[in-house]
């Protein structure tokens, strides 16, 4: 009836402003259906999406990368570095991430992910500052503040993540990425009644909003509990099923553990002797560990088996009954340079989680080499008191030490802090060796010089695949 009335105006006066006006309107979406070009692009998003949420991240990519070149597509191209993030193409995501936020300035999903990958590079402070800019404009785009919080608790910065979650939390309707986050936030700071509460409300909230398979390994950790009646407690009500998700920050699809208890803990890791190894520390696995799975950073996991422990030396090695391929081992454990003055941490942000997330990097100085006792260097800082196994590298990517938090009792140092003062401390990559057996060390070999400034994307995406969370069930 609308478009009827429409076609007498027109035909009554022919005024270019009335054309022009009647054009625009027959323009617009509510009055024109899409072309056979947008139903194309939107077919392959979302058979991109499928493919991502399902963990095949090359085929996401090409879905991606065929649904951009059909138009412009911002959708497109924010799955697009997704896809590449997950595959662990980490220069093409840094360098696409880069065009697409230039190219949709006004697009804030963008202008998050980036910022996200700065902080995983190690640029935290102007990454935070980027979004906080970009809040005071958009104080409720839940994109912005969730990869905010997220940057916030993975650096341990709790008590702001929480105040800017809850603060989101009480003006916005039911969002599940927010509640997931809030409960990410409670699990760093060891609150478990908050931790069960929120994931409560993050299953119902996609529920609502008929994500199933967000919420599915939510119901699983939880064990069927209904939150459904949660959901009301915070913020308005969505008016429909869609209102309160326009807006994302989704977790990296990685499959799932197959855990089926939550007493659980967690650390870091890296994988040794072409691929069939995994170092980590002592007490991670010590004490009747029934079952310990590992995953690296392009969410491949793999079951692992405690194959021998150095308690005195706050050392463990895994076996990898099914290896990693050869090229996602970090080679040889050679001596650390004398004169090394800087470093970085390389490793998994929240102990003690079941929860996806890429790896991250702690820029640090190495403040002593050798502190004489224990097989430890000292550093300025590194991911947190919980990350222990975390490993570190100097410059050029080369293994220098694994991290050890105070948990370790070491051979020969009753009181660390008394004998060797508070501070970060790392096993050195020589003391290492005594983990691998004699006929893996008689494989190691010098290794190959690595470029003498390698950038910082190019050491991500080759360390990516090596660094692994480690879980244990007991």
């Known amino acids: 009836m609308a478009s009827f009335a429409l076609k007498k105006t027109y035909h009554r006066s022919r005024h270019p402003a009335m054309i022009l006006a009647v054009g625009l309107l027959l323009a617009t979406p509510s009055f024109a259906d899409p072309s056979p ?77 980036l910022a996200y990958l700065e902080d995983r590079e190690g640029q935290t402070a102007p990454a935070l500052a980027k979004l906080g800019e970009a809040l005071k404009n958009h104080p409720n785009d839940a994109a912005l503040l969730g990869a905010y919080a997220e940057i916030l608790i993975d650096r341990m910065a709790l008590p702001q993540a929480v105040r800017e979650l809850d603060g989101w939390i009480a003006k916005n309707p039911p969002h599940g990425d927010m509640y997931r986050l809030r409960a990410r936030a409670a699990l760093a700071a060891g609150n478990s009644e908050e931790v069960v509460l929120w994931r409560q409300k993050a299953a119902a909230a996609y529920e609502a909003n008929g994500e199933l398979a967000a919420a599915k390994p939510l119901r699983t950790w939880l064990g069927g509990l209904s939150g459904a009646a949660l959901v009301a407690t915070d913020g308005p009500k969505p008016t429909t099923p869609a209102a309160s998700q326009t807006s994302r920050w989704p977790a990296p699809f990685f499959a799932a553990f197959p855990v089926t208890t939550d007493q659980i803990k967690s650390g870091n890791g890296f994988v040794v002797d072409q691929g069939r190894k995994v170092v980590t520390y002592a007490s991670l696995v010590a004490n009747g560990a029934k079952e310990v799975w590992v995953r690296n950073g392009l969410g491949e996991i793999r079951v692992a088996q405690v194959e021998k422990i150095l308690p005195s030396q706050g050392l463990a090695l895994l076996r990898l009954p099914q290896p990693y391929p050869k090229a996602w081992s970090l080679p040889a454990l050679t001596p650390m340079p004398k004169q090394l003055k800087f470093c970085f941490v390389f490793g998994y942000p929240v102990t003690d989680s079941l929860e996806a997330s890429y790896p991250l990097v702690a820029p640090s100085i190495v403040v002593r080499p050798e502190v004489g006792v224990g097989g430890l260097m000292q550093m300025s800082g590194s991911l947190g008191a919980g990350n222990s196994g975390s490993p570190v590298f100097d410059l050029s990517g080369q293994l220098i030490g694994m991290t050890l938090g105070q948990q370790e009792p070491l051979q020969g140092i009753a009181d660390r802090n008394s004998l060797l003062g508070k501070g970060s401390f790392a096993v050195r990559a020589e003391a290492l060796r005594s983990l691998l057996p004699k006929a893996a060390q008689a494989r190691l070999k010098p290794s190959k010089k690595h470029p003498a400034n390698p950038s910082i994307e190019e050491l991500y995406e080759k360390l990516q695949p090596a660094v692994v969370m480690v879980v244990v069930a007991h």
Do not use: C, W
């Open 37 to 113: 070009a947008e139903l194309a692009i939107q077919d392959l998003i979302g058979r991109a999406q499928t493919a991502l949420a399902s963990g095949h991240s090359q085929q996401a990519a090409e879905f991606y990368e065929k649904a951009a070149g059909m138009g412009e597509s911002a959708v497109a191209e924010i799955g697009m570095v997704r896809a590449y993030l997950q595959a662990g193409e980490f220069r093409k995501t840094i360098a696409f991430g880069n065009l697409v936020a230039a190219e949709h300035p006004d697009v804030n999903d963008t202008a998050a992910l």
